[in-house]
């Protein structure tokens, strides 16, 4: 009867320290999926907001040869396409270092694709990655420089209709001051990023420019003729 008794314990005692293991176990395996998923996203919004970050107003040519704008939201195929830089070329490779990019959402699955030349040949040439799974809705908006919101960019020109993203001449768009891109994960619910775009003006830079080199010219002739005057002074 003791001997029953003792097998009887060690037994209950064994099916406990089995049930708590195995709750540790599980417990370990749901945190290092959540660990990956989370590890996924952050990946994700980290590739996104490097090319949002290096964004250049630099429109490029279909395959037919027209120009698109450098940002637009406004192709059928892709939910939102950019020329961005940063591209690296450690190998000296004979390409340029922008790149253009696209985001697109397949299924649950959102893809960034990009090309290796920013005007394309007939060719294709294009590559596809997966940046995230599980997602279940991708919304973008734009604020204009009037801070309004929109959903399309390039916003439409007289609030009729959208404006053209094909065109022989080359757009003369500006970029917006900020995107929101908001996805819905099926772990994490919905999540929101804004992108803060660089406001850079290329024809004011110029000008700019142009100005400092005026102003540097007549800054040194005028050292040049108070020299001048002193040495005159001096040989008096």
């Known amino acids: 009867m003791e001997m029953l008794i003792a097998v009887a314990i060690t037994a209950i005692i064994g099916l406990g320290v089995w049930q708590v293991i195995a709750g540790v176990v599980r417990s370990r395996d749901r945190v290092d999926t959540v660990a990956t998923d989370f590890e996924g996203l952050q990946t994700a919004f980290l590739l996104i907001e490097r090319d949002m970050n290096q964004i250049v107003n630099r429109p490029v040519r279909n395959l037919y040869g027209d120009f698109e704008p450098a940002l637009s939201s406004r192709d059928n195929a892709y939910a939102l396409v950019l020329t961005h830089g940063g591209w690296r070329n450690p190998l000296g490779s004979r390409r340029s270092e922008l790149q253009r990019s696209a985001y697109e959402l397949i299924g649950e699955k959102l893809h960034r694709r990009y090309w290796i030349a920013l005007d394309r040949a007939q060719e294709d040439g294009s590559h596809d990655q997966v940046l995230l799974d599980g997602v279940t809705d991708l919304t973008i908006r734009f604020l204009t420089g009037d801070n309004d919101w929109v959903d399309d960019w390039p916003p439409s020109e007289n609030g009729t209709g959208p404006s053209p993203t094909g065109t022989r001449s080359r757009p003369r768009d500006t970029l917006p001051r900020a995107v929101e891109l908001t996805i819905t994960h099926r772990r994490f619910g919905k999540l929101s990023r804004l992108f803060m775009l660089p406001d850079f003006d290329v024809e004011k830079a110029r000008q700019d420019a142009s100005k400092a080199a ?14 001048a005057t002193s040495n005159g002074v001096r040989s008096e």
């Open 214 to 227: 005026e102003a540097t010219a007549n800054t040194g002739q005028g050292t040049g003729s108070a020299n």
